[in-house]
């Protein structure tokens, strides 16, 4: 199947910085990225959907300032964490889409684990 | 509103025997479906999917069925390993859509 990487897998940052994740395409092209969060024992919860070129459309709850998200190119989508709190620890995964409509597969980044201290 | 609902959150199945884990759905705007499993600490890997147009999908020791009619289906695993324990979600797309809408997740153990 296809390949999705992120970067970095895990992180551990002090209150009140930044926290850049990238999420790449390996060997496909993805014009929409997906970011998820996953609480511990929890589902995926969709925070976001990236769009190449475009602004990224954010679910309801999630704070666009908080989330900043880039879609630079077709293969990659970075998710920034802006002034991380204890709060925002969780674990981020990523996902590309390819294909459309019934033959539409997400293919899962590794994740990311965020510790803020 | 849970368009996508797996009521089971977790399953124990002995090694060699079925594994049969189930989804419902309320949407019925989704036409296709799809299978995820997903170990701690890791992301989702996909592993079936499923159209609208069919009832029946198989790959393997994995075999999706979908009954339209009363919005579900369910994920037939067999013969169950050791390594299949993992957490499976279902998820559900449309044209009009374009995310996918996914289920809690079924927690599966396969023992010995």
């Known amino acids: 199947g296809a390949v999705v990487s992120q970067h970095p897998s895990r992180v551990i940052c002090k209150s009140g910085t930044s926290v850049k994740i990238e999420c790449r395409s390996l060997?496909?092209?993805?014009?929409?990225m997906f970011w998820y969060r996953q609480f511990p024992k929890q589902s995926l919860m969709l925070m976001a959907t990236?769009?190449?070129?475009?602004?990224?459309?954010?679910e309801q709850g999630v704070e666009k300032d908080k989330f900043l998200i880039n879609h630079a190119s077709l293969t990659l989508s970075t998710l920034t964490v802006t002034s991380a709190h204890p709060e925002d620890s969780s674990f981020y995964i990523c996902s590309a889409r390819q294909g459309q409509g019934a033959q539409e597969t997400q293919y899962f980044g590794p994740g990311t684990r965020l510790l803020v201290l | 509103d849970q368009q996508v609902k797996q009521n089971s959150p977790s399953l124990s199945v002995q090694e060699g025997r079925i594994s049969i884990l189930n989804c419902d759905y309320t949407n019925s705007m989704f036409d296709y479906f799809l299978w995820y499993k997903k170990y701690p600490a890791e992301g989702p890997t996909f592993l079936i999917s499923i159209s609208s147009i069919k009832d029946k999908n198989e790959d393997g020791r994995f075999t999706v069925f979908l009954n339209k009619s009363a919005k579900h289906l369910s994920l037939h695993i067999v013969p169950s390993q050791p390594g299949d324990s993992a957490v499976y979600f279902c998820a559900a797309g449309g044209d009009n859509t374009d995310k996918l809408i996914f289920g809690t997740g079924t927690r599966l153990q396969v023992f010995p």
């Open positions: 060997d496909f092209q993805a014009t929409t």
């Open positions: 990236s769009n190449e070129g475009s602004k990224a459309t954010y």
